[in-house]
């Protein structure tokens, strides 16, 4: 990293005072922004509120988005966006970063604050650099932010580097634009499997972190009582193919058999839970993309915080193990064999899920 600073030489460091770059950006001329989100499917869906509400404070200007590929569907055919920005991680070709500093943004905003968006953000040499300067890289931003000390969601978090440079917060809704193939993809799957006017409730049991997943045979629990008292058809979403190993699994052990989708990108997936009356989920990128598209979802909890990470909006609630002081550890690894998942039983679950059911009856 310090070999490319070096590198481009003529990007110096200015030692800017940043109480002085605390100023309603409202009264700039900002034609062009960059907002960098590096990561996961999550991460970047609860990045998205930060877009539209950029478009309305600067309706002229060009604005584009990096992001790595994983997240590309979340954020392609964004009406706010004009350009998304692909950054591959195994072609870190220097030319590429100076391709960005020739586009000259006046504002470059960093929502995810690591080593390489810091100093991606730092290489643009836009007039306003707004991020986080955590762990030593303040050298990237001439606005630097400071997190607030009490918990508060990832959507806050990101919508505070626009109220830090004076900008109007007007929505705050997660987004994910479908496609009119994603639309007829769910359509047809709805007609075939006869889910028209049904009750369909969707389980995710999966997680990035072993830590995230509640058991399989919970799962498999769940979905009978919830299919027994609701009269409910099941669905058991995957994605790859160890995922769907996990989602025969539990189809074998459930006495009402669930109906696993076929393979989907993330806009069929999304339009397939905008059909669905119901989700319930690990901490996922599934869920998240289930509350953008305004599905009621339970959020299954464990090491992860709800409160900074859970299933945002009116419509959703989340569940944990409460009375555990390692709750919200944030570990992958369990030191103690995952007790907050495995001491969460399914009959909590179920009653969360009754109570989700009643909070958006119409």
């Known amino acids: 990293m310090f070999f490319w600073i070096s ?20 009264n700039e001329k900002i034609e062009k922004v960059l907002v960098v989100k590096l990561r996961a499917i999550g991460d970047v869906l609860l990045s998205t509120p930060v877009i539209k509400n950029l478009r ?5 200007a060009k604005i584009d988005f990096l992001t790595e590929p994983p997240s590309k569907e979340i954020i392609e055919g964004n009406p706010f966006v004009d350009e998304l920005i692909i950054f591959e991680r195994e072609n870190n070709n220097p030319k590429k970063f100076l391709n960005l500093r020739k586009r000259k943004y006046n504002l470059v905003i960093d929502l995810f604050c690591n080593p ?17 300067a955590f762990r030593g890289r303040s050298y990237a931003y001439n606005i630097k932010l400071k997190p607030r000390l009490e918990v508060h969601h990832n959507v806050e978090f990101n919508l505070d580097a626009l109220r830090a440079i004076g900008l109007e917060i007007v929505d705050k809704k997660i987004y994910i634009p479908l496609s009119d193939e994603s639309e007829k993809f769910a359509e047809k799957f709805w007609r075939e499997n006869n889910l028209n006017e049904k009750i369909v409730v969707a389980l995710n049991p999966s997680g990035t972190w072993e830590t995230k997943r509640w058991g399989l045979d919970k799962f498999a629990q769940l979905g009978d009582k919830i299919s027994e008292k609701f009269n409910a058809k099941i669905l058991i979403l995957w994605g790859n193919k160890n995922e769907l190993e996990d989602a025969k699994k539990i189809s074998s052990m459930m006495k009402t ?7 989907t990108n993330l806009k069929q997936l999304a339009s397939i839970l905008k ?10 990128g599934p869920m998240h993309i289930a509350t953008a598209v305004e599905t009621p979802t ?18 959703h609630l989340w569940i944990r193990k409460e009375d ?8 992958t690894e369990c030191p103690i064999g995952n007790k907050c998942m495995r001491e969460l039983s399914v009959d909590a679950v179920f009653d969360a899920f009754v109570k989700l059911v009643e909070k958006n009856k119409n």
């Open 257 to 263: 058999k669930p109906i696993l989708p076929p393979k």
């Open 275 to 284: 059909r669905c009356s119901f989700m319930i989920s690990n901490d996922s």
């Open 56 to 60: 309305h404070n600067f309706p002229n």
């Open 298 to 315: 339970l959020g299954i909890y464990g090491p992860t915080n709800p409160y900074a990470q859970g299933p945002y909006g009116e419509k």
């Open 116 to 132: 390489r968006s810091a100093l991606i953000t730092f290489i643009t040499g836009a007039k306003f650099r707004v991020g986080y």
């Open 324 to 331: 555990l002081e390692c709750i919200a550890c944030n570990l």
């Open 7 to 26: 590198f481009f030489g003529f990007l110096t460091f200015q030692k800017t005072n940043a109480l002085k770059r605390l100023l309603n950006l409202r």
